[in-house]
């Protein structure tokens, strides 16, 4: 009997070159080699030019911290070596991944580094190159080696038409980093007008933490190097990085309007520089003066008290983005507080953190902020709340995503938390406690699955809660990969 499997399923042969093409885009390196191995179809799709714009090279050290009292070279794949020699005249979006300690970059590997260095023309370049160092690193030893930096610095000495830069991290150490990336970057005249840069930003949608006290430019530093790049539009730095004397500095006539202002709040009340800093309500006008169209996002990392971040979150400045990492807690009071201040401006609000019940608050902050049509809170959340915040935006919700196991069914409760023996009608004692244990899997399933079809008609999309971690990204249900969602 002949057999129906070939016959079974969609035919993905007639897909469309451009279609693989973008699938195959959606794949790390060694995913996209082996993918194109299977037929010659996807082999030619391969090898289309296009798929190598942009690009993400990953060069992997150790992850141990305690390796850095060894020597650790960085390692990349055979095949990696391959696809450079042979694409990296194509590529225009890089970003080259140092990741973890090492002490030494291999000489075959460094050859590779600094011939893409000479043969891309660049339009963008992110550079992760180990970790941010803290105080603490300067004491271990196992540094990466001036020479292997200066291979790495190639790419900016080398840069002809780079239109943005993002740097994630590198090692400053003084005996090492001399001179620095931003002296390399501001000797390159081909790159002065630069228009995006970001430094040490951490992307909140793959990153939960980063590194406490780091060692980090300093404001004068900064001031410094935005002097020389005056047609920066988009602009990503930490709070310890910036001082009025900054944020005048982007208010000078003569410079490109700045567009965005993307803000990281690291707190350390052990750290002057990582404490509470205000930036004067006059140099904020005087910004918006000079750029009148400007957003800008606050991102939070670690624990404030609420009397900092009302010190931080002024009024005046027009803020689009709020974000709350996993550890740094968000209050009720924080969030009527942003509700209050940013009901005009405000669009998009991420709670990543896990404690409190804001319900309310999240309720009001929704109705308020018209513009909000992106949300996300990972904390506990009542299931009649997601539904009436759903109804809300309806079809506009852009961004709307709650964490499965912290949904409540329960009706809630109006006793106090704090009370640890309740008392029955029939005059029975019982621990709340145990009242408010979680709910089963059996129990908790059908009503999650009735949560989702009712929440998936509302916003006429397919809506489902998250099961881990909160990243976010472009489309109502985050919970299926970019690569599936071309099939479904």
């Given at each position: 009997?002949?057999?129906s499997?070939?016959?079974?399923g969609?035919d993905?042969?007639?897909?469309p ?5 973008h ?8 995913d996209?080699?082996n ?8 082999n030619d799709?391969?090898n289309?030019p296009?798929?190598w ?13 305690g ?21 990296g ?8 991944l ?7 970059i291999?000489?075959d ?22 970790v ?15 020479i292997d930096l ?15 830069f ?10 090492v ?12 005249q081909?790159i ?15 990153s939960t933490?980063t590194?406490?006290n780091?060692?980090l ?20 730095l930490?709070?310890?990085m910036?001082n009025?004397?900054l944020?005048?500095?982007l ?9 965005i ?11 002057p ?7 004067k309500t006059s140099?904020?006008?005087a ?10 996002h606050f991102?939070?990392v670690?624990?404030?008290k609420y ?6 979150l002024k ?17 009720p ?16 609000f991420f709670?990543?953190?896990n404690?409190?019940?804001?319900d309310?608050e ?11 049509n ?6 506990e ?13 309806g ?18 409760s109006?006793?106090d ?9 029939s005059g ?8 408010r ?15 989702a ?22 489309s109502?249900?985050?919970g ?9």
């Open positions: 009997m002949e057999s499997d070939a016959t079974d969609p993905f042969s007639t897909l070159d451009v279609s693989w093409v699938i195959l885009s959606l794949l790390p390196l060694h996209r080699a993918v194109a191995l299977t037929c010659h179809a996807l799709a391969f289309h296009s798929l714009h942009t690009v993400e090279v990953s060069l992997y050290g150790d992850e141990c911290r390796s850095r009292y060894s020597k650790t070279e960085l390692v990349l794949p055979d095949n990696y070596l391959a696809m450079i020699r042979r694409f005249a194509y590529f225009q979006d890089l970003s080259l140092l990741i973890g300690y090492f002490t030494s291999p000489p590997i460094k050859e590779v580094i600094l011939e893409l260095s000479k043969r891309c023309r660049l339009s963008n370049l992110t550079l992760q190159v180990g941010i160092i803290s105080k603490l690193d300067l004491y271990q030893v196992g540094k990466p080696q001036r200066d291979a790495v610095l190639s790419f900016i000495e080398n840069a002809v038409r780079l239109h943005g993002t740097l994630k991290s590198w090692p400053a150490y003084s005996d980093m001399c001179p620095d990336i931003l002296e390399t970057m501001r000797k390159n081909k002065k007008n630069l228009e995006y840069l970001s430094l040490f930003w951490e992307d909140f949608k793959t933490w590194t406490m780091a060692l430019p300093t404001p004068y530093k900064m001031i410094e190097t935005l002097e020389h790049f005056n047609r920066v539009q988009y602009l990503s930490r709070l310890c910036i009025d004397a944020i005048l500095e208010s000078k006539p003569g410079r490109a309007s700045l567009k202002f993307k803000i990281m709040v690291t707190y350390s009340p052990h750290s520089e990582f404490q509470k800093l205000e930036i140099s904020w006008e910004l918006l003066k000079s750029s009148p169209e400007l957003d800008v991102n939070f670690t624990r404030m009397i900092d971040k009302a010190a931080i009024p005046d400045i027009p803020v689009v983005v709020v974000s709350f990492m996993k550890y740094a807690k968000c209050t009071q924080d969030m009527s507080s942003i509700t209050d201040k940013y009901a005009k401006t405000l669009r998009k709670n990543y953190s404690e409190g019940v804001c309310e999240l309720v009001e902050l929704v109705d308020k902020c018209k513009h909000v992106d949300l996300v809170h990972n904390g959340i009542h299931h009649e709340t997601i539904k009436r915040l759903a109804r809300a935006r079809k506009e919700w852009h961004c709307f995503q709650f964490k499965k196991e912290n949904i409540s069914f329960r009706t809630p109006t006793e938390e704090n009370i640890i023996i309740g008392k029955r009608p029975e004692l019982y621990m709340t406690q145990m009242e244990k979680p709910q089963s899997d059996e129990v908790r399933d059908p009503l999650l699955q009735q949560l079809a009712e929440v998936s008609e509302v916003i006429g999309q397919k809506w489902v809660p998250v099961e881990n971690e909160i990243t976010t990204d472009d109502v249900n985050s299926r990969a970019a690569a599936q969602a071309l099939f479904d």
